[in-house]
Structures are given as structure tokens and as C-alpha cells.
């Protein structure tokens, strides 16, 4: 077991079993009266996903990178493939069963979620949203709790879809690595930079790992694909080096 | 004997109709034993005060919070341009929480000077539902006089016939 100050492990390896001891805080600063500097002391520590509090500090649950982001938020940037629901992501589903007023989505975790068909935008209980066994769902987790049943919705809370709802006939799914995703949906980040300049197409990222995409043509669509899910090996010059040659044949 | 049959047993004089005959003392006395009888009766935990502890960790499940996430649909080189549409929509939402230079951007359906343009027009026709007739004569003129177009109308007035 290793107990190290987090400020010297940002963005290096950890591993479960790890302590991370916050910098100092109140504890050791000096009683002062005026509220404003307690204040500035006391920072709310927000530790995502693969730390654990104890105590003062932070306990590593899971291997990976560790990350930080002003003021005090810390994560662990981990490698996995088995998605556990979370409230609040937005994911792909596949209709396994209709039964009654729910239907139940395969999302790629423990458990199979459940969506009311009441979930979607513009519908009542008269006007039934045509949602068949096999399709594809864009649904946001309202529930996600390790001892109940997830629950998705296709609505946000004002009631409208955002984009929500079934995904269009054709197009391609596949899945890859939870850690792609995140990387996928980085704000500014390479991957999509360069892909918008190959082919037009569309394209939906779940926060589970899966990836639908559709293209003009079944070829652009499978090497699109093919594409991203080598962007988990590739190196940035080689995914460069692939990009090149789709963007030339283009123009 | 004769003492013991003037007193009346505590039971009874607990009760509510016999509070007024009793002496203060007894009374006392009574609600004495009452309160003994009720601080035996209740029980309490006998622990250490819990000691408060404010806790300045939060713990998060989701990656979130963490990372500012673009939107899960994307679609390039005008695919699909609902979606291209709802992207610059749900990526700038993220980005800017300025709520001012969202409210900006926002697409209206009337526009900030066509509902300038028509409240001043709505002005003229409210004050003209609240003017008597004889009245709006006058506001016309004052129009007219903003508009710089003299009227070049003379006044008409009734004239008697001569007879």
C-alpha cells in the first residue's frame, strides 16, 4: 500500500489499495476569525469514479491514470469494457422485450433497463411511440442504483427529446472500450477532428461503449468503423497516417 | 379514626374537580411525585455526544461532473442537419454557462425590434380604446403634427342659417 500526497501522482499510474492524502487543510492552518479565509481553506474535494473517501483522504479503487481538474476534483481514467449504470449518462439500448407499459433495453450492463413507453417525447397513453423489439435507444439513465433496477428516459426534465429516442433503421453498431468513449466525447479532442474531415456521416456514442454509425454507403460506414475501433491501439502519428489516406480519396 | 376519614385518598385528589379545594402544599407535594413518577418512567441512551464531523468529500459515480462530455450525436459534413443543429445547440450549452450570451443566440419567433415595432403601434390603439370620441380628434392632430404633415383642413363648425 502506498500513501502519497495527490499532488504528486497527478496524471500517473495508481493503483487500487493506494492512498492519496489531500494537501492539509483547516486542520493545521491557524484559527482566524474572518470567515471569508476558511473558506478559501476548506475546499469541497469531489473524488469521480474509481476513488473511494477514507477518512481525509482518497482510497484508489480501480487502475489507471489519475486525473485532476481545478478546483479539487480527482478521477481515475481507467481501462474497462464492462459498463455499470450511472445516473445521468446517456447510452445505447436494445429492445429485448415490450411488455405492458415498459420495455426493457439490453445496455450493456448487470442488469437490464427498463423504459416506460410514457418516456418519450409526445407520448400518451393513447399515442403509443412505435418501439419495436430490436431497436436501437438513445436513453439517459434517470435511475441508476446498484440495488434497483436502472430506469432510462428518452426525455429530459422540460419534456423534450434532445435527440433522444430510437436511432434510425440503418447504420452500424459496434462496441468498444469504455475508456474510447470517454476519450470520443473529450471536448476538442483529435479522434473527432479528423473524422469529421473523411466521410459524411452520423453518429451516436453511448456512454456504454457502443458506437452506432451510418454513413452514404455500407463501405464508408464499415470503414469508419473499422477505423475507430483501431483508434484504441493506434498511436497518434499511425491514426494520423490512416486519416490522411480516407481524407485524400475524398477530395 | 376520625382523623383518617376527613382525608381523601391522592388518587383523588389528582383529579381535575378536586385541584380547586386543595391547599397549595399539597399541591406541591403532588406535582412533586408526578414529575418523579414521569422522570423514572423515561429512558435515555447513555452515550458520549456524537461529535459533528463536516465532511468535505464528495463522492461521484459518474464521469460527468469530471469531464465536460460533448453530446453523444454528431453528424458531419451536413449528414443530418437536425442533428448538426441540436450539436451546436447541446455543445455550446455545455461550454458557455454564461446564461446572457446563450439568451442571445437563442432563435426566437419574434425578434427583439419587431415586438419594439409593434407595442409602438399597440400604444396608439390602447390609448385610443380609452379616449372618447371628441378626444381623439385632438390625438390625431397631435399625430399629425409629430409627422410634420400640417393638416390643411379648416375647423368646421355649424353655422346658423340665416334667416
Redesign the interface.
Known amino acids: 500500500m502506498l500513501s502519497v500526497p495527490v499532488q504528486d501522482v497527478l496524471g500517473e499510474v495508481v493503483l487500487p489499495g493506494d492512498v492519496l492524502l489531500?494537501p492539509a487543510?483547516a486542520a493545521d492552518a491557524p484559527l482566524s476569525l474572518s470567515v471569508a479565509s476558511s473558506v478559501t481553506k476548506?475546499?469541497?474535494?469531489?473524488?469521480?469514479?474509481g476513488?473511494?473517501?477514507q477518512g481525509?483522504d482518497?482510497q484508489v479503487t480501480k487502475c489507471g491514470l489519475l486525473?485532476h481538474?481545478e478546483p479539487a476534483?480527482y478521477?481515475v481514467d481507467s481501462h474497462q469494457k464492462r459498463y455499470?449504470p450511472?445516473?445521468?449518462?446517456?447510452v445505447i439500448g436494445i429492445v429485448t422485450m415490450k411488455s405492458g407499459d415498459i420495455f426493457k433495453l439490453d445496455v450493456a450492463g448487470s442488469d437490464q433497463a427498463s423504459l416506460s413507453f410514457l418516456a418519450f417525447e409526445g407520448a400518451t397513453k393513447k399515442n403509443r411511440p412505435n418501439v419495436k423489439v430490436g431497436d436501437l435507444v438513445?436513453g439517459q439513465f434517470i435511475v441508476a442504483n446498484k440495488d434497483m433496477e436502472p430506469e432510462l428516459a428518452c426525455i429530459d426534465g422540460s419534456g423534450k427529446a434532445?435527440?433522444m429516442g430510437v436511432i434510425g433503421q440503418d447504420g452500424f453498431m459496434f462496441k468498444v472500450s469504455l475508456g474510447l468513449v470517454?476519450k470520443l466525447?473529450?471536448?476538442q479532442n483529435d479522434i473527432?477532428q479528423e473524422?469529421?474531415n473523411?466521410?459524411?456521416?452520423?453518429?451516436?456514442?453511448?456512454?456504454n461503449g457502443r458506437i452506432w454509425i451510418?454513413?452514404?454507403t455500407i463501405q464508408q460506414t464499415l470503414i469508419v468503423a473499422n477505423i475507430l475501433e483501431a483508434c484504441e491501439y493506434l498511436t497518434t502519428a499511425q491514426r494520423k497516417q490512416v486519416f490522411a489516406k480516407f481524407s485524400d480519396n475524398v477530395q | 379514626m376520625a382523623g383518617e376519614v376527613g382525608k381523601l385518598s391522592k388518587n383523588l385528589l389528582r383529579m381535575k374537580f378536586m385541584q380547586r379545594s386543595l391547599d397549595p402544599e399539597t399541591k406541591k407535594q403532588l406535582e412533586e411525585e408526578e414529575k418523579k413518577i414521569i422522570s423514572d418512567e423515561h429512558w435515555f441512551l447513555d452515550l458520549p455526544e456524537l461529535k459533528e464531523k463536516e465532511?468535505?468529500?464528495?463522492?461521484?459515480?459518474?464521469?460527468?461532473?469530471?469531464?465536460?462530455?460533448?453530446?453523444?450525436?454528431?453528424?458531419?459534413?451536413?449528414?443530418?442537419p437536425e442533428?448538426e443543429k441540436?450539436m451546436v445547440q447541446?455543445?455550446s450549452k455545455s461550454?458557455e454557462e454564461v446564461e446572457d450570451l446563450e439568451e442571445g443566440k437563442m432563435d426566437v419567433d419574434v425578434s427583439d425590434e419587431e415586438m419594439a415595432r409593434r407595442y409602438e403601434s399597440l400604444v396608439g390603439t390602447i390609448k385610443k380604446k380609452f379616449t372618447k370620441k371628441r378626444d381623439r380628434k385632438a390625438i390625431q392632430e397631435d399625430d399629425d403634427e409629430n409627422s410634420n404633415i400640417k393638416s390643411s383642413k379648416v375647423k368646421k363648425g355649424f353655422i346658423k342659417p340665416q334667416d
Open positions: 489531500l487543510q476548506r475546499m469541497r474535494v469531489v473524488c469521480g469514479p476513488l473511494t473517501r481525509e482518497l486525473r481538474r476534483v478521477w455499470v450511472v445516473k445521468g449518462d446517456h438513445y434532445n435527440g470517454r466525447l473529450t471536448p473527432i473524422l469529421m473523411v466521410f459524411p456521416m452520423e453518429l451516436v456514442i453511448g456512454m451510418k454513413a452514404k | 465532511n468535505f468529500i464528495i463522492e461521484e459515480r459518474s464521469f460527468l461532473p469530471c469531464e465536460d462530455f460533448l453530446y453523444g450525436r454528431m453528424s458531419f459534413k451536413g449528414f443530418n442533428i441540436l447541446m455543445n461550454k
